[in-house]
DNA sequence: TATGAATGAGGGTTCATTCAT
DNA sequence: TATGAATGAACCCTCATTCAT
């Protein structure tokens, strides 16, 4: 799904493939301001082209259409959380530090990137195909990471036995846990 | 906005009259049907028209276009909902029974139009305008029909003071209470 | 092309084809009223109706469709007219007061009917169908009688020789004479 | 509303400027053309768009709908009108000779632009709301040269005292002079 | 890579006309 | 004759996507 065509990636070095096409990074902002703002159906793809400074067609080089920006939001905003949460987990061994860095990271994320929290809140829940979708890969992740956390801490004796992630998760997730079909 | 004419309903027997579908009705489920289904922008007025058994152009005799087509769903979900509240809610003068009853009618309308609350639940955050439409009058009335009953219930000494009205539409409309403005 | 379905004609009597069908008249010049007031194109049949205060399908029992009751206006008109100046020519035997009377009458009938005057002026040409099918008829006609009268009082010694029936025909039609082919 | 871009035109030649159509200018001949065949209303945007050998989307690229389609015939060509007018009239110094031009330039700009010649004397009337917006701007100055010229020649004596220039623009308007509100 | 003019399929909406009553 | 609810063909316009430069 994720399609971005790389047919420009020749000149990609090692070690900076995270950090490289700022400009798919800013017309995935642009797209997440647009979205945000006047809702994925009524946003209009050359407004995205406007509001991130490029031409209509060179959103296209580097999704592969309309429904990819919006794809690509969550799963780069997921992708982002994931790699931050695994990164601040590996610093420190106790379960109650982990599960409090891997909350604030969370809600801090949600802050900062206002226009995706808006995004995600309002269109993800759109479409059963993209819940369905998220939900098998980067959403299916985020609750793995959280269940270790918690399962860690339970054995550790730092948690109750009776704590259940997916509560949890409901906490941290909060409304917008209720897709259609995963139904916990 | 409404509807219209109501001479076709000749066909109408003693006794059905609940449901039977009058022309208006029936274009609203075909619609919440629809909307449900597919999305309200992905949705074509053109199904709707089938999946009401009518033909295109009548559903432009009985709402103004499609945007109208969403927002009565809302305004005649709820209008049923709220005459039916204040139908059941006379009956007793015990205000936990009135409570319950309200909550009774709440979730089982959900539960028996299934496309309604979908749409409710996906749809309506779609647009502010929409959401402060509804907010500023079905809605209001929701509320305040709520704030009747246990604002009674605590004089009468029922119910504990420190319980909320606002926590309990919170509990009973979830989480499609966040809508712009009121906040709570 | 007239096309006015007669079948309730059956109660019809002698002597009175011209004075009937009274709604057949209030059609017409509710279609003259709002052809003027909007414009052929921009106006309803609806309209049309409401102003003759009839129903929408009771134009289409005395008109066979839209384009109908356009053409049907000049026929109208120009009939009434025609039969109009017949009667009043046939009064007198003054040539010179044969042509006074015919534009007298030619300009109050345009001054009275205020509406079918702008339709004429607006709506005629817009097609040529129309000019050419209205030109070979009505018009016809109304040029024969003037020609007749001009070359009766120049037999006479009452008009100059000189004197051209097209160009008195000009005066009187004004600046609407100029329709294709015709050309004179 | 007018053209926007001209990148386009790459393939423009040395001298051919004058006859090489933008593709403005290439879809507003192609308008007149099938407004002169069909009428306004009975044009399809469609067929325009195929007379100018475009795509129908093309047609919104250079004018906002249909309805500009028609203004921007008047408008373009009554600014072509004047622009020549200005230029040809500062060639000479004589009255009479402006006078001269200014007529032979009218009456040979409607020869060479039937299409245009035909919309503007049919449609144009169709609607007050073009007439008055036209009479208030291009129609005003066309008036107003007219007027300059003949006042200048009556100051040298070259025309009688008497020259209206109101006739005089009659007599090259013609028949589409009686718009509202200008009145003469 | 980048551009943006051009494309054309698609859909909302209107309204002349029909037809069952 | 009269009604007016219902029909559905037709058309304007939008906008995601393409492609020549």
Redesign the interface.
Known sequence: MQARKRTAAEGMEAGEEKTRSTKYEAILRAAAKVFAQS?Y?NAKVSEVARAAGVADGTVYLYFKNKDDLLTSIFSWAMGQFLQRARTELGETEDSSEKLRRFSVLHFSQLEQERDIAIVF??EL???TKFMEQFSTTYLAEYLQILREIIEEGQEKGHFRKELNSKVVAKVLL???T?WPRTGY
Do not use: L, N
Request: charged content about 20%; cysteine-free.
């Open positions: 809702g159906f809140q309002i829940r759109q479409s909060g409304p917008w209720r």
